[in-house]
């Protein structure tokens, strides 16, 4: 009869790189991204299993993408395993849309990364299941791409996520080794038929490529990480640099970048500014051919004011020598809304949340209001303003002209009326 072959290593390595990570970051709970499957069961088995002193609570999120038929009966699988083992148990449904140009994996990687960000919160430490074949996966798909650095360096072992961590505490085992560890240990788990399409990319490199470079090449797997890691040390570096640059070329309050600061950079620097730029602004990074047309169209060109280029999902316009990113704005604009005392107030459609300790900070009058409601720019409206000859009116498109704030983004500023009257134009002003 065949005996699995053991690895010990896996509960040993894993236990370890898990205990570092709470004594390391401290967090107030963990959650586990549980799909079903045999990787993430594993890793939920041995999180079960960790001795730890005052160990944080865990809480288990199954996504929900209602792409295959079988997703139901994944996500009753996995209910019905937390209540036989005692864990707490979440799942969310996500709608995975592809925007053009993208594949539906993507859209559904997206989503889930979306979803899992809203239990992100300060103190969280959010683990993934990813093994050392992702990794070697990751690389050679991200290298057929023509990735630079950041691309090539693929998953990292521990990094920030939403306003807390993400970490992959079996990223240095095998694929093998974890199937083993559920065999051994007679873990239920659920299968994905999807992953045997050769039509995907990822499925296609681990069943017909992998197998090829295995038998020449024994350890590709171990050798493709072990590249992983030195992008991503070089790209500490790259970081480092672009961040130097990138703080000489933005604008003191960080909005915008200062297109002649760029433009007098070389032109790689400025594609790393860029890159730097808008992944603080939390935008999706377009490819390389359309950051050279971003370079060339908005800092080699410097185009008319006023002028917009979008690309799924962002925009960057130009206005008076700055560049200004953002997410594209939704159409029609976004709908008046009441905000309710002494709470925060998200505006979904913009995704932005309100917070009422900033609304007091800006205006502390409004804290006195029996009733406000959040608008936005129609056209026509004024701001009553103060002066040593009594009070005034001024139009609210003046005083964005003065203030600098770019046409584009004058229609989804939130304007905040208390009893009626504008009183706060957020961010920009206060009114009488």
């Known amino acids: 009869m065949y005996e699995l072959p053991r690895d010990p290593d896996l509960a040993r390595g894993v236990a370890a790189e898990v205990s570092d990570l709470l004594a390391r970051l401290e967090p107030s709970r963990v959650v586990l991204a549980w799909s079903g499957g045999a990787d993430s069961s594993v890793l ?48 969310v449904k996500v709608r995975a849309r592809a925007a053009p140009g993208d594949s539906p994996e993507a859209a559904a990687r997206r989503a889930r990364y979306d979803a899992l960000r809203r239990f992100a919160s300060a103190g969280t430490l959010l683990l993934t299941a990813h093994h050392r074949d992702d990794q070697a996966e990751t690389v050679l798909l991200q290298l057929m791409r023509g990735a630079g650095a950041a691309g090539l360096s693929a998953m990292p072992r521990c990094a920030a996520f939403g306003d807390g961590w993400l970490a992959r505490p079996m990223l240095a085992f095998s694929r093998a080794a974890i199937r083993d560890y559920a065999l051994r240990h007679e873990l ?28 020449r090449w024994p350890q590709w797997e171990t050798a493709a990480a072990r ?46 500014v860029l890159r730097r730029w808008l992944k603080t602004r939390g935008l999706r990074t377009p490819g390389e051919r359309q950051l050279e047309y971003l370079r060339a169209a908005l800092i080699a060109s410097r ?7 979008a690309w799924p999902d962002s925009e960057i316009g130009f206005y008076r020598d700055r560049l200004y990113a953002r997410v594209r704005p939704p159409q029609p604009p976004p709908a008046e809304r009441a905000w309710p005392h002494g709470a925060d107030l998200e505006l979904p459609e913009l995704k932005q949340t309100l917070r009422w300790r900033e609304l007091l900070r800006q205006a502390p009058a ?67």
């Open 227 to 272: 590249a992983a890691r030195h992008q991503g040390e070089a790209l500490e570096l790259l970081d480092a640099e672009a961040g130097r640059c990138l703080a000489r070329c933005m604008t003191p309050d960080g909005r915008a970048l200062l297109a002649k600061a760029c433009a007098a950079l070389p032109a790689a620097r400025q594609k790393a």
């Open 188 to 215: 239920r788990w659920v299968e994905d038929s999807g992953n045997d399409d050769l039509r995907h990319d990822r499925n296609y490199l681990r069943h017909r490529v992998a197998p090829l470079l295995r038998a």
């Open 303 to 309: 185009p008319r004011s006023g002028s917009v280029i």
């Open 366 to 432: 409004l804290a006195a209001a029996a009733r406000l409601h959040v608008g936005f720019r129609r056209g026509g409206e004024q701001c009553a303003r103060r002066a040593a000859a009594g009070c005034f009116h001024q139009d609210l498109k003046k005083i964005f002209q003065t203030r600098g704030v770019p046409p584009w983004e004058r229609d989804r500023v939130p304007l905040i009326h208390a009893d009626g009257r504008l009183r706060l134009v957020w961010g920009v002003t206060t009114c009488e």
């Open 44 to 91: 939920l088995h041995l999180l079960r299993r960790l001795q730890t002193p005052r160990a944080p609570a865990l809480l288990a999120v199954h996504v929900h993408h209602g792409l295959h038929d079988d997703a139901d009966a994944w996500e009753r699988h996995c209910r019905e395993q937390a209540r036989g083992i005692g864990v707490e148990m979440t799942a």
